[in-house]
């Protein structure tokens, strides 16, 4: 292989890695980390550096191994419910109020509008939290859904909308209605089977 093929081989497998470092997903990172360490193990058999090759192909390793172990994991998912003015409802999106923001733009704390709130636990670790508000008698407005960085792999939103679906039927709501004012917030709801109508509304049906 040409010598500067070579070379953007393996600045592209550095960069890879060097974007991996930057994740807060512990799944993401272990991904971008795969590809990155492959691409370095795949470089060092072809420059003939076998420490390089032996050191990244541990690495593929780890990283195989994680991923395993997370995707088999059982998890013990929960909500904890809470009252729309909870003192620590208040401080955890306080806390979380820039990372918030990155995916609800200008979402603000309204008690009165959340007559559903709950926290997701997960092995009793806060996951995330979701409030919610009934609207047109049988819509579930959903004002936030948010999840800390450490659980974004889609499980939290299957719980809520797939687990927790006979729940919100039985308090009369018939449809969930996610307003999105984000990208990737977009691409969540996509993911979870929300459909977007022409109006850019995004919407799922519960029964």
């Known amino acids: 292989m040409h010598t500067d093929i070579l070379s953007l081989f393996g600045y592209f497998a550095s960069l890879v890695i060097a974007i991996s470092m930057t994740l807060n997903s512990i799944v993401k990172f272990r991904w971008i980390n795969l590809v990155g360490a492959l691409g370095f193990a795949i470089y060092g058999l072809l420059i003939h550096a076998i420490p390089v090759t032996f050191l990244n192909g ?19 998912f ?10 620590y409802l208040r401080e955890f999106i306080q806390f979380h109020h820039k990372e918030i923001h990155k995916f609800f733009p200008g979402f603000d704390l309204i008690p009165e509008m959340n007559t559903i709130s709950f926290f997701v636990l997960r092995n009793m670790n806060v996951a995330g939290v979701f409030l919610a508000h009934r609207q047109e008698g049988d819509v579930l407005h959903v004002g936030l859904d948010y999840v800390i960085p450490e659980y974004r792999d889609l499980k939290n939103g299957k719980y809520i909308y797939q687990h927790l679906r006979p729940w919100f039927i039985s308090e009369g709501f018939k449809i969930a209605y996610a307003p999105a004012d984000s990208p990737k917030y977009m691409k969540y709801l996509k993911k979870l089977g929300f459909k977007e109508d022409n ?5 799922m049906a519960l029964v």
């Open 199 to 203: 109006m850019g509304n995004f919407t």
């Open 78 to 87: 929960d909500i904890l419910e809470v009252r729309n003015d909870n003192n």
């Open 58 to 76: 541990f690495i593929v390793a780890a990283d195989v191994y994680y991923l395993v172990k997370i995707y088999r994991k059982k998890e013990v």
